[in-house]
């Protein structure tokens, strides 16, 4: 992704005040999950408090930054108590930042990639999804079942099929796996996923992107962690996995968001926790230290 650049007065104290969030998450090890509405808006609330231009900056606080760095800056205080990279795109104000640009398992993530490379199979073949391939679908969105997503694969021809669509949908740091959950990919490579689910410039049809984008607004309410932190009206997949060589989990989640009057996309990797519940609270807090910074770049003009 590009990296962008934005006024330092807009984010010098969102930087402060995600820090005092992340902090608040990895302090001693532990982080809480299971969060109340209520603290999804407090931290936003926070976040625009801190951030809002002081009356007596300077002009020597003007100077431009760039909003990677800014982000990286926020995760610090996360950096020695998770593995984790994040992508970022406003899709109106086009402000982006990234942290981490390795690979990481998909988990169940890859479910809208193999979702995405069957609607490009049915359009080159001029055809509705039967049936069968629509039970799988939907079941291996809504409810991320395994099996509909194994005998998926299989209808899309395999890892290769996968590949293939995936050159086609400019996914040029993922490798799909036969066992489907070791795909590789990067949180980059699933933001450029989720503005071909989401943008009209897209390989996929209008009518291919409304119905990915109608199942990923149907997921069960106990998956619906996450991005889902970082604004409103969330679209998302999670995705989670134990790796059984550590014993450790990977989780993921994908999605796009309303913040501050704009449409968000989010990829948020990680692994290395020790349980899944383990991992929900460091994905949503970076998330939302994602989210406001990109927020703050496109209010700050």
């Known amino acids: ?142 409810r991320s079942d395994n099996t509909s997503a194994t005998e998926l694969l299989k209808v899309i021809g395999g890892e290769e099929g996968l590949d293939a669509a995936n050159v086609r949908l400019g996914l040029t740091g993922t490798k799909a796996a036969h066992a489907w959950g070791l795909t590789q990919t990067t949180s980059a490579d699933q933001v450029r996923l989720l503005e071909a689910v989401s943008g009209a410039d897209s390989v996929l049809s209008e009518a291919s992107r409304a119905y990915l984008t109608e199942l990923m607004g149907q997921v069960e309410a106990d998956q619906r962690w996450g991005v889902s932190a970082a604004g409103t009206d969330a679209v998302l997949k999670n995705g989670w996995m134990p790796r059984t060589t550590t014993g450790l989990w990977d989780v993921n989640s994908i999605g796009r968001v309303r913040s501050g009057g704009h449409t968000v996309l989010v990829a948020v990797l990680s692994r290395g926790h020790a349980t899944q519940e383990a991992g929900i609270g460091p994905v949503e807090t970076v998330a939302k230290a994602a989210v406001a910074v990109t927020d703050a770049a496109g209010g700050s003009g």
């Open 1 to 142: 992704m590009p990296r962008h650049r934005t006024r330092r007065s807009a984010l010098s104290g969102l930087v402060a005040a995600v820090v005092v969030l992340l902090a608040g998450s990895a302090a001693g090890g532990v982080y809480l999950v299971g969060h109340s509405p209520d603290d999804a808006s407090s931290a936003a609330a926070a976040v625009s408090s801190a951030s809002s231009p002081s009356a007596t900056t300077g002009p020597s606080e003007e100077s431009e930054v760039d909003l990677d760095a800014e982000l990286a800056d926020a995760l610090a205080p996360l950096a020695d108590g998770a593995d984790v990279s994040v992508a970022v795109l406003d899709t109106e104000s086009g402000a982006s930042a990234a942290y981490g640009d390795g690979t990481y398992d998909a988990a169940s993530i890859v479910k809208v990639d193999m979702l995405a490379a069957l609607l490009l199979q049915a359009q080159d073949e001029d055809r509705e999804l039967n049936g069968a391939e629509r039970a799988y679908a939907e079941a291996m969105i809504r």
